[in-house]
Nanobody, 120 residues
Framework: QVQLVESGGGLVQAGGSLSLSCAAS????????MGWYRQAPGKQRELVAS???????ESADSVKGRFTISRDAAKNTVDLQMNSLKPEDTAVYYC??????????????WGKGTLVTVSS
């Protein structure tokens, strides 16, 4: 089991910045992949950025150059730095942990989400 708690959402003007943080109940380095997803009203949940236990990152084309995912070992968090925010970034942002076990396969864990609202 992995419990995830997001923090850092809020209201920001277009062009501004926000930082999200995801605290995990076990070492983030023991989790195969951690990621941030978002879901805007009326849309499907989509991957924003992810980081593997080995530190490999990937991000959606829509946020490349603006968002950065990173890990804070001291706080045991996975953070998402969001710069140059646009109104279309408005969504509920969810933290995800993917744990892969040899026999049972992959298990996804989700946080409850944090709302990011970007005003124009």
């Amino acid at each position: 089991q992995v419990q995830l708690v997001e923090s850092g959402g809020g209201l920001v003007q277009a062009g501004g910045s926000l930082s999200l943080s995801c605290a995990a109940s076990r070492s983030i380095f023991s989790i195969n992949v951690m990621g941030w997803y978002r879901q805007a009203p009326g849309k499907q949940r989509e991957l924003v950025a992810s980081i593997t236990s080995g530190g490999i990152t990937e991000s959606a084309d829509s946020v490349k150059g603006r968002f950065t995912i990173s890990r804070d070992a001291a706080k045991n968090t996975v953070d998402l730095q969001m710069n140059s925010l646009k109104p279309e970034d408005t969504a509920v942002y969810y933290c995800n942990a993917l744990v892969i076990r040899p026999v049972s396969g992959g298990m996804d864990y989700w946080g409850k989400g944090t709302l990011v609202t970007v005003s124009s």
